[in-house]
């Protein structure tokens, strides 16, 4: 099983950023997918995720409206588009699978199988 995490980068506070997620290896459409994020000297924080069961969507408060996060089960992708990023959105972005699919389960980190190896997102103010 493979998590490719890409498209971070350095950009400007109140611009937007598209993260994708490529997996491999991996039954893409019996896991649902999140995103959590990890800022110097901070714990792992969860962002949103996607469920496979009912394609709900479920943000952390601190990117509601800002963020939304999607998949492409035709090409084993989970998305995270992110707009009006800023400097607290700072972070190492990883990617998860997951067999749960409650929000409750889906915002916990113990709760995903697979993760993916970071992608890195600095914004400046």
């Known amino acids: 099983v493979q998590l490719q995490a890409f498209g971070g980068g350095l950009v400007q506070a109140g611009e937007s950023l598209r993260l994708s997620c490529l997996a491999s290896?991996?039954?893409?459409?019996?896991?649902?997918m999140g995103w959590f994020r990890q800022a110097p000297g901070k714990a792992h924080e969860f962002v949103a995720a996607v469920s496979y069961r009912s394609g709900s969507a479920y943000y952390a408060n601190s990117v509601k409206g800002r963020f939304t996060i999607s998949r492409d089960n035709t090409r084993n992708t989970v998305y995270l588009q992110m707009s009006t990023v800023n400097p607290e959105d700072t972070a190492v972005y990883f990617c998860?699978?997951?067999?749960?699919?409650?929000?409750?389960?889906?915002?916990?980190?113990?709760?995903?199988?697979?993760w993916g190896q970071g992608t890195q997102v600095t914004v400046s103010s």
């Open positions: 290896a991996f039954s893409f459409r019996i896991y649902s």
């Open positions: 998860a699978g997951s067999g749960y699919y409650s929000y409750s389960d889906l915002t916990a980190a113990i709760k995903y199988d697979y």
